[in-house]
């Protein structure tokens, strides 16, 4: 469950809420695609202890499940904000 905000006229208005937690989401999707990207490759760790490609693997899809806790937390915002505004709208 994220903490949620109310918004209403004495604080911060849900257009710039949408905006900026939209932002926030096309970052993640950005990283999240750059680190794809990057390489890590098996072979870079066979010298290494036995388990150290896994370690790495571990540690890599850790970081995506980070990125993608971060992407939903954003998201709820941006939600919320869009919900403001269609209330808004619809009065």
């Given at each position: 469950?994220?903490?949620?905000?109310?918004?209403?006229?004495?604080?911060?208005?849900?257009?710039?809420?949408?905006?900026?937690?939209?932002?926030?989401?096309?970052?993640?999707?950005?990283?999240?695609?750059?680190?794809?990207?990057?390489?890590?490759?098996?072979?870079?760790?066979?010298?290494?202890?036995?388990?150290?490609?896994?370690?790495?693997?571990?540690?890599?899809?850790?970081?995506?499940?980070?990125?993608?806790?971060?992407?939903?937390?954003?998201?709820?915002?941006?939600?919320h904000?869009?919900?403001?505004?269609?209330?808004?709208?619809?009065?």
């Amino acid at each position: 469950m994220t903490a949620l905000p109310t918004i209403h006229l004495n604080g911060t208005g849900a257009d710039s809420l949408q905006r900026e937690y939209n932002a926030v989401r096309q970052a993640v999707t950005a990283a999240a695609t750059a680190l794809a990207a990057a390489t890590c490759n098996r072979r870079d760790f066979y010298p290494q202890e036995l388990n150290a490609w896994y370690t790495a693997q571990a540690e890599r899809a850790e970081a995506f499940r980070l990125l993608q806790l971060v992407s939903d937390y954003a998201e709820a915002w941006e939600l919320h904000a869009m919900d403001a505004r269609r209330a808004r709208e619809a009065r």
